[in-house]
């Protein structure tokens, strides 16, 4: 029953307020959220990406994914009036289920927005380190596919560090969609 109510995307008010950042909870969720092994790469020359799970292994399959979803994010969202203009580093953590929606590990969430069901994924562009997105994949998501689930959250970045192009689901759905359905 509670999977159907899962959700798997989620937008936050997207501004760069390092006010927000709290250095204490962020500490705590890297000592319990198993995220030692990182995979660092620039892509597009301008997008400084850093994947961090419990294995190498895992973070570079998930750099593999996270390159591919920017690649071809770069072609979808690449429209007259849709500029770059708020550059942002961004962090992508694959987790346990169970981390993510432990919602006092993870309080820096917008938990009331979503009635504090569970998720599959989420994108942060103001609880994170400054001039940084950050990405949070389930390992264990329910009825999608961590490609699906991270081309997803991707938009979400595009949407912060482009000016031009509203925060929405209903584009952040339609890459999605399009990417699923161009592989
Ligand atoms: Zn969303």
Redesign the pocket.
Known sequence: MKNMFLL????FSLNSNAQNFDQETWNKFHEKGDVDYKVDKNILGWIKVSTHSSSTEESEMIMKHVEESIMSANIFFNRSGIKKCNKKNLMVFFIDDKILNDQDLMSFLGWEKWNRLDIN?A?EGVYAPRKTGVIFISKTPSGKDIRQLIS??I??YWQDTHCGLPIS?TS??AFEKHYIENK
Not at 8 to 11: E, G
């Open positions: 798997f995307c989620l937008m994924g994108y997803h959250e938009a979400h689901e952040a759905w």
